[in-house]
């Protein structure tokens, strides 16, 4: 009978500690307005680094380490993909950081998924939505985004990792203006 009690009351033990990281990382969210953060991507096997800052809603700048001075950057409604050779603009509803910058969506799918804990480092949760499957990665300990993996209707796999995280930093809006066409 012991043994049971035990059983029981480790077993509601780690329920309530995963529900409280899961409650933590939410209040997390609600009170984070930025971040800046390095960051590294993969997306079909070609990798690329750079910097970014995000401010919620929906708000990306990021500067790539490449010779070709590209820069992403959302205005909250649309992406532009910039080079010294090219302009790519896209409506920012079409792709899936439309949801990952949107905190609001994050947090409302958040409460409703059950999260899984990496080697208690990571907290993960994945969900579906539109043409595609979204999984966020949050630090254990400092509750923070550290990242993302996607797949669009495409079956593109992208996964963004996240590092030097910094949060509600003074941020200048004029990085989220969309940069004009050469």
């Keep these: 009978m012991i043994n049971k ?7 509601f033990s780690i ?3 995963s529900a409280n990281v899961k409650k933590k990382i939410i209040q997390n969210l609600e009170t984070t307005n930025n ?6 991507q993969n997306v079909n096997g070609k990798t690329e680094n750079g910097h970014c800052a995000l401010s919620y809603p929906r708000k990306l700048f990021c500067k790539y380490n490449l010779n ?9 409604k649309s ?9 790519y603009l896209y409506p920012l509803e079409r792709t899936p950081l439309n ?21 208690n480092k990571f907290v993960n949760f994945n969900f579906f939505e539109e043409d595609f499957e979204i999984n966020i990665f949050f630090n ?10 996607t ?4 079956q593109n796999l992208s996964i963004t990792f996240l590092d030097s995280v910094k949060r509600n930093q003074k941020l200048d809006n004029e990085l989220f203006v969309l940069p004009q066409q050469n």
């Design 35 to 40: 971040l800046t953060f390095n960051f590294e």
């Design 79 to 87: 992406i532009v993909i910039k080079t010294n050779t090219s302009y």
């Design 99 to 119: 949801l990952i910058l949107n905190k609001k969506i994050l947090i409302n799918k958040i409460k409703n998924l059950k999260e899984r804990i990496l080697d």
């Design 15 to 17: 329920v309530d500690a």
């Design 140 to 149: 254990y300990n400092t509750l923070d985004l550290i990242g993302w993996q």
């Design 151 to 154: 797949k669009d209707i495409y």
């Design 5 to 11: 009690l035990i059983f029981l009351f480790l077993l």
């Design 68 to 76: 070709n001075d590209k820069i992403l950057v959302s205005n909250g």
